[in-house]
């Protein structure tokens, strides 16, 4: 850049230098018509005036451009260093091997002024008192995740799409993006879901729009990522619908062009909402009845990694999958929850999952870069953080999503990190 300017300066320079040169040999040469040259002196005056006025103002310009063109990357650059100066190197560090450290300069918003927050995980809107739960930072044992600048990631995603895919789970992060950026968004009237949409728990796209900064946050509900199907001909009669393991969901077509692309799914590969409800798998043609639970979630995500690697250029996406997200019930029965004012000390068996281990052998496996947020051994601790007896519904606790503000943010915080300091993007 400095050495651009200077090469814009010294053009000027010898053009100016130039002018001057004509100035002084053409009153000499003409002489006869002085009055005329006189005047031509005049007029050359003047222009050398306008060329010095010129030459300023376009330096001035030049400059200016400079500042423009320089200033995204020194404030990248900046947060860069303030993130080094932490250590946020996030190939060296665990970033999800740490603790969770009060922090009164959270929470990051509030969910009553966030248009996005579904009623259901407002927990203090649904009368919820205790307020320590809103107040906890993760803290990775070797480094430290930077606050999230909100004004510098708008600019960041400037015509980009950032989209989730998957459960309950997806939607919750992504109204909890949604509301950390809006805080960085003067005319809450410029944010908006882009079909006049409101959030209700089956919808299969919601997308919000950021007009100001001509970016989507996008939510598509696929809960298991594969394709259902139909009942298949000639079954038992216990099954009245399939989950095609080797097939992605159809819907995923819309997921390709995008710039940040976040997985999820592990809540409904369960039996109650599977086998319970006649639901059983499928390869190809054949019904696969006796398969585990386990090993369908293992083949399901194998299709969803050659998606991955055939139809997504990581060029220009990158792709996270965030591990399973551990639920605070009190037995089996599901119908209480375990809660507490504060986060656990010990994940107390619920940091290993089955799911979360088959997400990180499957992501270690492919051939292109995808990002696991591995996010259940620091979500296991947080039993305080559930939605608890204040959901929209007081007599159904719910013991498995969480808080707004909350836990969610956290998980966003992270994928914000990985953005900032991501050496292949091209932000
Ligand atoms: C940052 O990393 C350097 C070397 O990797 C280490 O010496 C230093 O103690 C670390 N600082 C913090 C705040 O963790
Ligand atoms: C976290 O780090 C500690 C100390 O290095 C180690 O003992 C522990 O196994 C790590 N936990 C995880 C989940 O990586
Ligand atoms: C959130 O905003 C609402 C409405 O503006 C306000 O009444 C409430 O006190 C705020 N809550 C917190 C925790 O700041
Ligand atoms: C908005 O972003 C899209 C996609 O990147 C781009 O094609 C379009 O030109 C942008 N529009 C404006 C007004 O910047
Ligand atoms: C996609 O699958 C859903 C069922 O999951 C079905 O209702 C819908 O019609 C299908 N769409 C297309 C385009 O095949
Ligand atoms: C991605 O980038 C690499 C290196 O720049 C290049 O070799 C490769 O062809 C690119 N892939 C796609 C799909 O654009
Ligand atoms: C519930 O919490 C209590 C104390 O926090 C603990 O002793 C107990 O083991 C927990 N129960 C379950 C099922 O996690
Ligand atoms: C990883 O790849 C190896 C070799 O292709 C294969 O044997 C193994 O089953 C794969 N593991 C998973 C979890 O896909
Ligand atoms: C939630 O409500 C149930 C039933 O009223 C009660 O037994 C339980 O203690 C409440 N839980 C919390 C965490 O307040």
Known sequence: MMKSLKRVASLKRSASIN?????????????????????????????????VIGFVISSLIAIGCGYMFVLPSLSQAFYGYGASKTNVS???????????????????YNATECPFVEQGFNCLGNGREDKDYLRWRWKPMDCVIPRPDVQSILGMLRGKRVVFVGDSMSRTQWESLICLLMTGVEDKKSVYEVNGNKITKRIR?????????????????????????????????????????????NISSHWVNSDVLI????????????????????????????????????????????????????????????????????????RFCNMTQHPLSEARGRDRNLFSDTILE????????????????????????????????PYTPDCSHWCLPGVPDVWNEIVLSYLLTGYRLHF
């Open 19 to 51: 002018r001057r040169a004509l100035n002084v040999t053409s009153p000499r040469g003409l002489s006869v018509l002085s009055p005329r040259i006189s005047r031509w002196s005049g007029v050359s005056r003047l222009f050398h005036v306008l060329v």
């Open 90 to 108: 996030l190939s060296s560090c665990n970033i999800f091997n740490g603790s969770w450290v009060l922090d009164d300069s959270y929470p990051l």
């Open 205 to 249: 796209f919601l997308g919000v729009r950021f007009s100001s900064f001509n970016f989507t946050v996008e939510f598509f509900r696929s809960v298991f990522l594969v394709q259902p199907g139909g009942m298949p001909r000639h079954a038992p009669k216990r099954v009245k619908s399939t989950l095609k393991l080797d097939k992605l969901d």
């Open 263 to 334: 997985f999820n799914t592990g809540q409904w590969w369960v039996p109650g909402k599977l086998f319970e409800t006649g639901c059983y798998f499928q390869v190809r043609n054949t019904l696969k009845l006796g398969m585990p639970i386990s090993a369908a979630y293992r083949t399901a995500l194998g299709t969803w990694a050659s998606w991955v690697e055939r139809n997504i250029n990581t060029n220009r996406t990158r792709v996270f999958f965030r591990s399973f997200e551990p639920s605070h019930w009190s037995d089996q029965t599901r």
């Open 362 to 393: 499957v992501a270690k496996n492919m051939t292109v870069p995808v990002t696991v947020l591995h996010i259940t051994s620091m979500t296991a601790l947080r039993s305080d953080a559930h939605v608890g007896n204040w959901s929209d519904s």
